[in-house]
């Protein structure tokens, strides 16, 4: 059972005036006043229709800046490992005459692939579970190419020079205490 519904649109004047012009008017054509029920404006029913998706989406950003966080740390670690694992083949390199740009290029490289590799597995995942969310809603977006290139630009330039710094850091380390 749904309550009947009136919508009534106004340009302007006292909404107080106008719901007991209103209210009198609907008495006279029959209806009783408990069934008239309260007066609420356009706005605040589209805005209480869609307070479950304000919510989700609150949640996602939230969720969304936990990922990120934790993709950071996990990056960090991972390159601080590889760093320290490979302190002594960069120390035997640079002793032997490769340039620290040689070697900051090799750690690099292997960071740029590991990032177009996840990129690769992480895009159509990211669509596909776009797509399956956006079945609910009776108007559908696209998502922009852009999108997916913006963040894979800002992750991977974040992820090199995560790179590159720790790499640094580990190349200006004197070799003969290294290899020691």
Request: aromatic share 12%; charged share 20%.
């Amino acid at each position: 059972w749904s309550a009947p519904l009136v919508y009534v649109k106004l340009e302007g004047g006292d909404i107080g005036t106008l719901s007991d012009q209103l209210l009198q008017k609907a008495e006279s054509v029959g209806f009783e006043r408990p069934l008239f029920g309260e007066f609420q404006s356009w706005v605040d029913l589209i805005d209480k229709e869609y307070e479950k998706e304000d919510d989700f989406a609150k949640l996602m950003v939230l969720f969304g800046a936990v990922t990120l966080f934790v993709t950071l740390t996990g990056l960090l670690g991972m390159v601080m490992l590889d760093s320290h694992y490979r302190r002594r083949e960069m120390s035997l390199r640079r002793v032997y005459g490769a340039s620290k740009e040689n070697l900051l290029w090799q750690v690099v490289r292997n960071i740029l692939i590991i990032c177009m590799l996840c990129f690769a597995a992480a895009a159509p995942l990211a669509v596909s579970l776009f797509r399956k969310w956006q079945q609910h809603f009776a108007y559908k977006a696209d998502i922009p190419v852009w999108v997916f290139l913006a963040v894979f630009l800002s992750i991977t330039l974040l992820a090199l020079a995560i790179t590159a710094w720790q790499t640094l850091r580990t190349l200006q380390e004197d070799p003969a205490e290294v290899i020691q």
